[in-house]
């Protein structure tokens, strides 16, 4: 079954890069796309991006320009960067798998996309 | 980008209650619609996805419908764990989530 932890620092200071690493166990980062998503003290879900097809990527366009995500397929971990913090980039941030299902409507193929395997989430305050 | 609008933002009710929440997306999504479930202090999990196929394991209780624009989660015979927060996430384009339906017990 698989499993995913993130680590990283908990407090990080103003303006500098918030840097995130999201374990995979018990299931390969060669397969499936791989999200971050982040919840601000009493607020709701925010995606922030997710990598796809073994490296590429999108981002949340609010955040885009300061974020940048990526995969280390023999560490078998993800990435997430996220440059000139702010007090409002304090958050919860979760790694997430996406899963898909394929489906057909008629001879068309569609994917169906969810997030079914969620990390625990950690903690990121920015304070100086 | 599609947002995704969800209503009410809270709701009272008691055990054994019927409860409904909508999102709505600000573009047609077709059936590309994901509903989660998040209990204080806990990661959010799936319950359903393509707007109506719940997950293996997600009690029957636990429904969804819609396509397009407009979409509900229902839930019938509201139980004392269903208490949670529950967002939609569309999964079109840009994967974004509603703001939360909170349902506390009345």
């Known amino acids: 079954q698989v499993q995913l932890q993130e680590s990283g620092p908990g407090v990080v200071k103003p303006s500098e890069t918030l840097s995130l690493t999201c374990t995979v166990s018990g299931g390969s980062t060669s397969d499936h796309h791989w999200s971050w998503i982040r919840q601000s003290p009493g607020k709701g879900l925010e995606w922030i991006g997710y990598?796809?097809?073994?490296?590429?990527?999108d981002y949340n366009a609010s955040l885009k320009g300061r974020v940048t995500m990526s995969v280390d397929t023999a560490r078998n971990h993800f990435t997430l960067k996220l440059r000139s913090v702010t007090a409002a980039d304090t958050a919860v941030y979760f790694c997430?798998?996406?899963?898909?299902?394929?489906?057909?409507?008629?001879?068309?193929?569609?994917?169906?996309?969810?997030?079914?395997?969620w990390g625990k989430g950690t903690a990121v305050t920015v304070s100086s | 980008d599609v947002q995704m609008t969800q209503s009410p933002s809270s709701l009272s009710a008691s055990v054994g209650d019927r409860v409904t929440i909508t999102c709505r997306a600000s573009?047609?999504?077709?059936?590309?619609l994901n509903w989660y479930q998040q209990r204080p202090g806990k990661g959010p999990r799936l319950l359903i996805y393509a707007a109506s196929t719940l997950l293996p394991g997600v009690p029957a209780r636990f429904s969804g419908t819609g396509s397009g624009t407009d979409f509900t989660l229902t839930i019938s015979g509201l139980q004392s764990e269903d208490f949670a927060t529950y967002y939609c996430?569309?999964?079109?384009?840009?994967?974004?989530f509603g703001q939360g339906t909170k349902v506390e017990i009345k």
């Open positions: 997430a798998r996406e899963g898909v299902r394929l489906s057909y409507d008629g001879a068309d193929e569609v994917y169906y996309y969810y997030l079914d395997v």
């Open positions: 573009q047609p999504i077709s059936d590309f």
């Open positions: 996430q569309e999964s079109s384009t840009s994967r974004s």
């Open positions: 990598l796809y097809n073994g490296g590429s990527t």
